[in-house]
């Protein structure tokens, strides 16, 4: 009988830490991030450039990132799940292929409840392919006189529906950042031909999965469905079919898989991390992630207010942080579990350090 290889929590933290490119050497364009993590959750825009930022070398900046994306480096859109993600421009398509009809049928309830049917959604299309073609990318407020004018609605909640829906489907993208509004284009106009856009569905899903360990291992199948929405059916055989690709091991009572080829060596060493609630290395990982200073501290209000996210110093997730932004300064609101000593402060510090010279602004911290 082959014997089980184990690891502990700590090692399993480590390794994701230097995977993720968080405790090793920085990847020299937000691009390269996103394709090493093949998506990057992204509903607060800023707060995940700082995401990418965290990934790269000391010096990038908040308006570095934006230009990058405005030049084409990543698109931001719908996919995995009806939420916000910058992908690589080659690698929309095949995803939405492996991804899109499952979220778009877990939305259908949501369909009927506002009143939007098949026949509407291919009317709101046609709308869409007419606006967008040329070279001007729209914000949803231009675009919302041209859907009205076609008989179609334009409250909030079902225009943002129609849109998801057509994103989804890869009819439309994001274009380049306007200020702080997002604006689209139209996919086939944008993003050339790529080498993986003829996959079919079950070689899209096996590429999803090994890429998804590549870039977040070690992890486990639950981790992978949270994240993609596959099925574990789905996804363990894409594990078969990886067999050569992906190793594992057992930690925590868990199966963790990861591509043994990604370096698990640290090369530099945060003492502290200020991460966005939507992370991928504390947002993916229910079971095995950073460990709570104090699990019994409630801080799901403090969260959700914050527009930031979670503290972590050492291996340990000690409290969270919020940022408000001025064309001053910005300032950090520190929030522990539990008291901070002067050593956790110390290398608070130093990260929020960091935040404000990504945003280019003199920093104002506090702890409460």
Known sequence: MTAV?????????????????????????????????????????????????????????????????????????????????????????????????????????????????????????????????????????ELRPHVEAAGLPTDVERLAHLLI?????????????????????????????????????????????????VGHGPASERDLARWSTLTLTQIRAALRDLEGDLDHVEAGGHTLWFDPRMSSRTSRAPRALLLSTFDEVCLTYRDTGFPRRDPSASRARLVSEAGGGIVVVGDEDVGVWKRMVTAASVRVAVTGDTPLDTSDQDAIGDAAAAFAAFLERPLDLTFG
């Open 5 to 141: 290889r184990t690891a502990s929590l700590p090692q399993v933290r480590r390794r994701r830490l230097a995977t993720q490119r968080l405790s090793a050497a920085g990847l020299p364009r937000g691009g390269d991030v996103v394709r090493l993590l093949t998506a990057v959750q992204s509903q607060d825009a800023p707060l995940a450039a700082w995401s990418l930022a965290m990934r790269m070398p000391p010096g990038t900046t908040y308006a570095g990132l934006l230009a990058e994306q405005a030049a084409g480096g990543w698109v931001r859109t719908h996919v995995l799940r009806p939420t916000w993600h910058h992908v690589a421009p080659e690698d929309l398509r095949w995803m939405q292929h492996a991804t899109g009809p499952r979220v778009e049928s877990s939305l259908n309830g949501r369909r009927r409840g506002l009143g939007l049917d098949d026949d509407l959604i291919l009317r709101a299309f046609r709308v869409l392919e007419r606006v967008l073609a040329g070279p001007t990318p729209h914000t949803r407020r």
């Open 165 to 213: 829906v057509a994103e989804m489907r890869a009819l439309i993208c994001s274009g380049p950042p306007r200020g702080a509004e997002h604006t689209y284009v139209l996919a086939d106009e944008t993003l050339p031909p790529a080498l993986l856009d003829s996959l079919d569905a079950d070689d899209a899903r096996r590429e999803l999965t090994r890429r998804f360990f």
